[in-house]
């Protein structure tokens, strides 16, 4: 594609290197800013430069924050006896979205995965183990919220291995069929621990 | 959703005002840059700032442009008897990319609509005319390339108005079925249109 301008190029360029946008969205989204006013760039990119600047991660669980210590580890409505283990920020949004936790959280900032070069040493599960052991048994139960991906049961493996010697329940979250799911439609994998992780029917 | 931090939080409502991101999405492309490194960030927000600030019209076409005359009307190697005239930049950088044109441009920024309150006096309508009338003959044929809508209809009729008085062809590009098109699942309004448009089989 041939651009009508330079500036036009080089910002197409840049915007098309995040993840799931291509040369025509960039173009079409690098389009409308030049249409609207100078003053809608400079708010767009004021946020995103001050996020990147002043961004923080909790000293205790690594997940994003505003200060050195996030609003849920500083929290006194909080379980401290329960920790769940996540990949990602973004997994912290989506359980506190459910409502139905209320302990704290690890932040693990990936899974090991050698096919990427991820060991565990890349991973947050130093601190963890330290946690575990800092708590001195205040910590009862770690959940591992783990995707269910050969990467996912890897982590979740090691981190059993890691923490197994302490005095704490060492829990998995449930693979199962969705809700809203069609029991015929689905895959063997699922439907399998859909079965040998039955609930009792109360 | 409840975002884990302000900034998080300003830079999505920030990123989902561009067109066809939603939260969701804006959340994923905000993550990304505070996983990358900061020079990320400054490179993305400094190319929109840059092209924002510096991105000039041409003063001829209107076409998005470099200096204040574009590589278009600037070339001598542009057949300057035809203009067609297009709604957006984009719409020059398709017609470019076909490699069958070798005339010049007049871009209108947008289509008479009087539902968005866009009238004939908010397009570049006037330039058009006078460029036309300028020109003293140069300019043989002006080559409408609107989009096939109702609101493209109306503009290609009014500038039809505008221009029929000077001593020049204005034709229209043709409508009919998309190249790899199936005749069958065609609407009738295109297929019609194909049938009263047919081109002699050479």
């Given at each position: 594609m041939e651009y009508p301008s330079k500036l036009i190029e080089e910002a197409v360029n840049e915007v098309a290197k995040?993840?799931?946008?291509g040369k025509k969205t960039a173009l079409r989204l690098v389009l409308h800013l030049v249409k609207e006013t100078e003053h809608r760039t400079i708010l767009l990119t004021d946020a995103l430069r001050n996020l990147r600047a002043n961004i923080q991660f909790c000293r205790?669980?690594?997940?994003?924050?505003?200060?050195?210590?996030c609003a849920i580890c500083r929290?006194?409505?909080?379980?401290?006896t329960i920790v769940c283990v996540v990949e990602e920020s973004q997994d912290v949004m989506a359980i506190e979205n459910t409502s139905q936790y209320t302990g704290l959280y690890h932040v693990l900032g990936g899974v090991i995965s050698p096919m990427n070069g991820v060991g565990p040493h890349d991973l947050k599960i130093e601190t963890l183990v330290g946690r575990v052991d800092r708590s001195a048994g205040e910590i009862k139960e770690v959940i591992l919220?783990?995707?269910?991906?050969m990467e996912g049961d890897t982590t979740a493996f090691y981190l059993n291995k890691r923490l197994n010697h302490f005095a704490i329940k060492i829990s998995s979250i449930a693979r199962g069929i969705?809700?809203?799911?069609?029991l015929e439609y689905t895959d063997e994998v699922t439907l399998g621990r859909s079965i040998t992780g039955r609930t009792l029917f109360i």
């Open positions: 995040l993840p799931g946008i205790t669980c690594h997940n994003i924050s505003d200060s050195d210590e929290s006194h409505r909080r379980d401290r919220a783990l995707s269910p991906t969705p809700v809203g799911g069609d």
